[in-house]
């Protein structure tokens, strides 16, 4: 495993935008794929986004589609999601995780065996 940090969360208002992003400590993500989730208070942990090692590929949540963008940096040491127009469901801890042990994983959140901690988004209606 690989620990991961996130950071950029915070509170925004409604229409607001944030910025998330998530490090490997000491290393790039290698040939990995890397997404992100959430998870609200009393609700389970969704995948929001994920994005391939090469960047080639990705894969969005339907309630985020045109709102979120996953992005890698060409060192593959940092992932990112953009997210715009936040609305106020969109309140929940987001967790990066990374597929370490397989290819293309997707929305399978068994395949990922590598999280972050965690970075709070709050957004206020």
């Known amino acids: 495993q690989v620990q991961l940090v996130e950071s950029g969360g915070g509170l925004v208002q409604a229409g607001g935008s944030l910025r998330l992003s998530c490090a490997a400590s000491?290393?790039?993500?290698?040939?990995?794929?890397v997404g992100w989730f959430r998870q609200a208070p009393g609700k389970e942990r969704d995948v929001v986004a994920a994005?391939?090692?090469?960047?080639?590929?990705?894969y969005y949540a339907d309630s985020v589609k045109g709102r979120f963008t996953i992005s890698r940096d060409n060192a593959k040491t940092t992932v990112y999601l953009q997210m715009n127009s936040l609305k106020s469901e969109d309140t929940a801890v987001y967790y990066c995780?990374?597929?370490?042990?397989?290819?293309?994983?997707?929305?399978?959140?068994?395949?990922?065996?590598?999280w972050g901690q965690g970075t709070q988004v709050t957004v206020s209606s």
């Open positions: 994005v391939s090692w090469s960047g080639s590929i990705a």
């Open positions: 000491g290393r790039s993500f290698g040939g990995w794929t």
């Open positions: 995780a990374a597929a370490t042990r397989f290819g293309w994983a997707g929305n399978s959140i068994n395949l990922y065996d590598s």
